[in-house]
C-alpha cells in the first residue's frame, strides 16, 4: 500500500519551537503511516511536480515570507486536492503579507491580548472533535481576523480588552474549510512545544491531520 506524503516546513519565530513542534507533528504523521518530509525553507515550494503530489503540507513557519512562484505552486497543489493542516502562528501568521495565503487559511493572527480561556467544543459529532471535552488553556490567546464562511468546530471566549476588542465575542479556536478540492484545518492553539504536547492539542492535530489529508 502506497504511503502518503505529507511536507513540513518549520521555521520562523523561534519563541514558538518551529522545530521542536515540527517534531511533535513528524511523530504524529508518523505513527499514521505517512512518509514526512521536512524542510526549513520554502525553497521546497519551487519544485511544482513534487509539490503536486503531496497529500497533505504542515505550514510551521511564523512571520515567514514566500515568493510569488512559491505560493503560486502552494496554492495549485491545495486547488487540485492538496491537503493543508497546521497551529497557532507556524499557519495562522506564516505570510502575514500574502492575502491569497491567508483566504486559503481561512483567518490570519491579530493579536493576543488576552491568556486565560477555554476552549469550547461546538461539534462532538465531527471526526476531528468527537467526544473531546471542553478544556481551559494558559498560553497566546489568538484574537484573529476570520473569513466568515469558514466551519467552526471550537471556540473560546474573548472578553472586552480595550482597545483591541471593543466588545466580547466569540472566537473561532479550530476550524475547517475547502480551497478548491483541498482540505484546510486550522487550530490557533499551539504557542510552545509543551502546550501541544497536551492530549487534546495533540488528537485535534493527529485528527485534523487525518482529515486534511488527500
Same mark, same amino acid.
Given at each position: 500500500?502506497?504511503?502518503?506524503?505529507? +511536507?513540513?516546513?518549520?521555521?520562523?519565530?523561534? !519563541?514558538?519551537? =518551529?522545530?521542536?513542534?515540527?517534531?511533535? +507533528?513528524?511523530?504524529?504523521?508518523?505513527?499514521?503511516?505517512?512518509?514526512?518530509?521536512?524542510?526549513?525553507?520554502?525553497?521546497?515550494?519551487?519544485?511544482?511536480?513534487?509539490?503536486?503530489? +503531496?497529500?497533505? %503540507? %504542515? =505550514?510551521?513557519?511564523?512571520?515567514?515570507? %514566500?515568493?510569488?512562484? @512559491?505560493?503560486?505552486?502552494?496554492?495549485?497543489?491545495?486547488?487540485?486536492?492538496?491537503?493543508?493542516?497546521?497551529?497557532?502562528?507556524?499557519?495562522?501568521?506564516? *505570510?502575514? #503579507?500574502?492575502?491569497?495565503? @491567508? +483566504?486559503?487559511?481561512?483567518?490570519? *493572527?491579530?493579536?493576543? !491580548?488576552?491568556?486565560?480561556?477555554?476552549?469550547?467544543?461546538?461539534?462532538?459529532?465531527?471526526?476531528?472533535?468527537?467526544?473531546? !471535552?471542553?478544556?481551559?488553556?494558559?498560553?497566546?490567546?489568538?484574537?484573529?481576523?476570520?473569513? =466568515?464562511?469558514? #466551519?467552526?468546530?471550537?471556540?473560546?471566549?474573548?472578553? #472586552? %480588552?480595550? /482597545?483591541?476588542?471593543?466588545? =466580547?465575542?466569540?472566537? /473561532?479556536?479550530?476550524?475547517?474549510?475547502?480551497?478548491?478540492?483541498?482540505?484546510?484545518?486550522?487550530?490557533?492553539?499551539?504557542?510552545?512545544?509543551?502546550?501541544?504536547?497536551? !492530549?487534546?492539542?495533540?488528537?485535534?492535530?493527529?485528527?485534523?491531520?487525518?482529515?486534511?489529508?488527500?
Amino acid at each position: 500500500m502506497t504511503k502518503k506524503k505529507a +511536507l513540513i516546513v518549520s521555521g520562523g519565530l523561534e !519563541p514558538h519551537q =518551529p522545530q521542536e513542534v515540527g517534531a511533535l +507533528l513528524t511523530g504524529l504523521l508518523l505513527s499514521e503511516g505517512f512518509e514526512v518530509e521536512q524542510h526549513t525553507s520554502w525553497d521546497v515550494m519551487d519544485d511544482k511536480e513534487k509539490i503536486d503530489q +503531496l497529500d497533505l %503540507i %504542515i =505550514p510551521n513557519y511564523t512571520d515567514g515570507t %514566500i515568493t510569488k512562484n @512559491q505560493l503560486d505552486n502552494f496554492l495549485h497543489a491545495v486547488s487540485n486536492g492538496t491537503g493543508v493542516a497546521g497551529l497557532h502562528g507556524g499557519m495562522g501568521y506564516a *505570510f502575514p #503579507c500574502e492575502q491569497r495565503y @491567508q +483566504l486559503m487559511v481561512g483567518g490570519v *493572527f491579530a493579536a493576543h !491580548p488576552n491568556y486565560h480561556f477555554t476552549v469550547r467544543i461546538m461539534d462532538r459529532n465531527h471526526f476531528i472533535t468527537k467526544n473531546l !471535552p471542553d478544556f481551559t488553556l494558559t498560553t497566546e490567546h489568538y484574537f484573529m481576523l476570520i473569513d =466568515p464562511s469558514i #466551519c467552526v468546530l471550537a471556540t473560546s471566549y474573548y472578553k #472586552c %480588552i480595550s /482597545p483591541e476588542v471593543w466588545r =466580547p465575542v466569540m472566537m /473561532p479556536v479550530v476550524w475547517i474549510k475547502n480551497y478548491g478540492k483541498g482540505r484546510v484545518f486550522y487550530n490557533a492553539i499551539g504557542h510552545t512545544a509543551d502546550i501541544v504536547k497536551l !492530549p487534546e492539542v495533540l488528537t485535534l492535530m493527529q485528527r485534523g491531520m487525518l482529515w486534511a489529508a488527500r
